[in-house]
Structure formats: C-alpha cells, structure tokens
Nanobody, 120 residues
Framework: QEQLVESGGGLVQAGESLRLSCAPSVSTFSIAYVAWYRQAPGNQRALVAAISTSGSTSYVDSVKGRFTISRDNAKNTAYLQMNSLKPEDTAVYYC??????????????WGQGTQVTVSS
C-alpha cells in the first residue's frame, strides 16, 4: 500500500553492520530528496541522514563516521549503510522521499519502518 518500501532491518550485536534499502513500490515513481529517520521507544522521530538528488549528504552528529547514506539512481533505490552499530542505535528506521512521476512532485512519502535492534 505504501509508496515506499523499506528493508534490511534486523537484530545484531554491537559492532556489527546492517544495510537498509528504500525504494518506491510503483515503478512509475522515482525518488528525489531522500532522508532516513529513526524513532526509539518513548522518543519522537528524529532525522538521521539525508541525500539530495545530486548526491549531497548530511548526517546527525551521533552517526557521523559510522553511517553512510547513498543512492543508486539507475536502480531508483536509496540505502543507509550502518557500520559499528551501538545499542543506542536501536530504533525503528523510516525512509522518506520526495516522489516524482512524469516530472511532477508528489511530495514526501514515508515507508512502513524497519526495526533495527542492537544488543550489547
């Protein structure tokens, strides 16, 4: 049902890695601006990383040097590579993206979220 589909979450131990993926569920849509957010239990959803259509990236301080946001325009997919995971990274991770179709911006849509759990 959602216009964005996320995958790649799971349960890992501290120091391990995960790669999250985000892609439109309908092939006629393409992604423009993309951002990853996360929401830990009891907290509000917070920005983690973002990437523009040109590939410019930004990160929240707590993940700099460990997380990498990227995009493959040919595959119309965005990724969040998470290395050196820490227990405090545990959260539901959400992808949001500005979707385009036939040159029209349809605005920001959200994925359903994928659980990332890091044990110590």
């Amino acid at each position: 049902q959602e216009q964005l589909v996320e995958s790649g979450g799971g349960l890992v131990q501290a120091g391990e890695s995960l790669r999250l993926s985000c892609a439109p569920s309908v092939s006629t849509f393409s992604i423009a601006y993309v951002a990853w957010y996360r929401q830990a239990p009891g907290n509000q959803r917070a920005l983690v990383a973002a990437i523009s259509t040109s590939g410019s990236t930004s990160y929240v301080d707590s993940v700099k040097g460990r997380f990498t946001i990227s995009r493959d325009n040919a595959k119309n997919t965005a990724y969040l590579q998470m290395n050196s995971l820490k227990p405090e990274d545990t959260a539901v991770y959400y992808c949001t993206a500005d979707l385009l179709s036939n040159g029209r911006h349809y605005g920001a849509f959200w994925g359903q979220g994928t659980q990332v759990t890091v044990s110590s």
